[in-house]
């Protein structure tokens, strides 16, 4: 079967069709979406040198653990900050303006109330869906929720345990400032999970994606059935 071919560097909808294949999927190369999108390797380079002239997209060497193969790394596709505004992201200069306005006269203590209030109704709307399924399988529901709430979430396989990976956060440029705001989401995880869990990057921190690893719990661990309340701040990868 004969692959489709891009005909115009003006094809908007190819376009608007890669980029919501990285928001789902998270950075990417070119032969990856070419296979997602059935397009030609050499088509899809061409709406992805398009994208990045634009600034909608930005490329880095894929990481990959304990591989040293000869020449050049592949390279991989991410959104910026412009990409992901098509994506009707719901943060605005009035929600910044308001959470310096509660911080400066409130406290750094309310912006956090401000924060877990934020996501009360996630726990409240998640908890029964994670806790109807067995323990091995709760990451996977628990993305799946997120996913309707349009993260774009999904989760993957750690040697430590799980990771929930979310590809798409609504108030990233807000949580870019209040990082409140990512530290009171990782305390519903650890709840609806029974397991402290760790994030181990941020798209508020300029990273491809949020990523928070959910350790395989030990025998001696005990389960966590209320919400953290001292959750450290995400940690940016290197």
Same mark, same amino acid.
């Given at each position: 079967m004969r692959v489709p071919e891009v005909s115009s560097l003006d094809d908007a909808p190819t376009r608007e069709r890669v980029a919501a294949s990285i928001l789902e999927h998270g950075p990417s190369t070119a032969a990856q979406l070419a296979a997602r999108l059935t397009l030609t390797a050499a088509a899809v380079r061409r709406h992805l040198d398009q994208m990045s002239d634009e600034g909608v997209l930005v490329s880095r060497d894929q990481r990959i653990s304990g591989a040293r193969g000869r020449g050049r790394p592949a390279k991989v596709f991410l959104l910026t900050d412009t990409g992901r505004e098509q994506f009707d992201q719901a943060y605005d200069d009035l929600a910044v303006e308001a959470l310096r306005f509660l911080s400066e006269t409130a406290g750094e203590d309310a912006v956090m109330a401000f924060a877990r209030r934020r996501v009360a109704d996630l726990e409240t709307r998640y908890r029964p869906l994670v806790e109807s399924v067995p323990e091995a399988e709760r990451t996977a529901v628990l993305a799946q929720a997120l996913t309707a709430d349009g993260y774009a979430a999904s989760t993957r396989t750690a040697p430590s345990g799980d990771q929930v990976c979310q590809h798409h956060c609504p108030v990233a440029h807000v949580a870019a400032e209040f990082p409140q705001l990512c530290e &009171?989401?990782?305390?519903?995880? &650890?709840?609806?999970?029974?397991?402290?869990?760790?994030?181990l990057a941020t798209l508020a921190h300029g990273d491809g994606v949020c990523t928070t690893n959910v350790p395989t719990r030990s025998s001696g661990t005990p389960p966590i059935s209320t919400a953290l309340s001292s959750t450290t701040a995400p940690e940016r990868t290197s």
């Open positions: &009171a989401e990782t305390e519903v995880f &650890a709840s609806l999970l029974g397991s402290h869990v760790q994030r």
